[in-house]
């Protein structure tokens, strides 16, 4: 986390918890640190974990239970996957429109798509 970033460090916390779900080394059922504890190791408000914790299960990545705490979503990896394909379709029909009515062929916008996957 950083403070040097533009991003809040709600974001910053969930995007961290996100990256680690979907690489498999948070597994589903299993617990998160508790809010304060978080806050406490991070030496941040317990209202920004929170917020992070919020916007993870508003996105399906984590369940909330009372009194027991926050824990992995078991249905959360393939969600998400779905989510993100929908918002890169978009965004493909986008710049397919876009090369179309700019006579870019099929196979430039290919090239370029595979140049800037590759970048970094």
Same mark, same amino acid.
């Given at each position: /986390?950083?403070?040097?970033?533009?991003?809040?460090?709600?974001?910053?916390?969930?995007?961290?918890?996100?990256?680690?779900? /979907?690489?498999? &080394?948070? #597994?589903?059922? &299993?617990?998160?640190?508790?809010?304060?504890?978080?806050? #406490?190791?991070?030496? !941040?408000? =317990?209202?920004? =974990?929170?917020?992070?914790?919020?916007?993870?299960?508003?996105?399906?990545?984590? &369940?909330?239970?009372?009194? #027991?705490?926050?824990? =992995?979503? =078991?249905?959360?990896?393939?969600?998400?996957?779905? &989510?993100?394909?929908?918002? !890169?379709?978009?965004?493909?029909?986008?710049?397919?429109?876009?090369?179309?009515?700019?006579? !870019?062929?099929?196979?430039?916008? !290919?090239? %370029?798509? #595979?140049? %800037?996957?590759?970048?970094?």
């Amino acid at each position: /986390m950083s403070n040097r970033t533009s991003r809040p460090l709600y974001e910053q916390i969930s995007t961290q918890i996100r990256t680690q779900i /979907m690489n498999g &080394e948070l #597994k589903a059922g &299993e617990a998160l640190p508790s809010i304060r504890s978080l806050a #406490k190791s991070l030496q !941040i408000s =317990v209202l920004t =974990v929170q917020k992070a914790y919020d916007l993870l299960q508003t996105d399906g990545f984590i &369940e909330t239970t009372a009194g #027991k705490g926050c824990f =992995v979503s =078991v249905q959360n990896q393939d969600f998400y996957l779905e &989510e993100q394909q929908k918002k !890169i379709e978009e965004h493909f029909n986008e710049a397919i429109g876009i090369a179309r009515t700019s006579g !870019i062929p099929l196979n430039k916008l !290919i090239d %370029l798509l #595979k140049l %800037l996957y590759e970048e970094d």
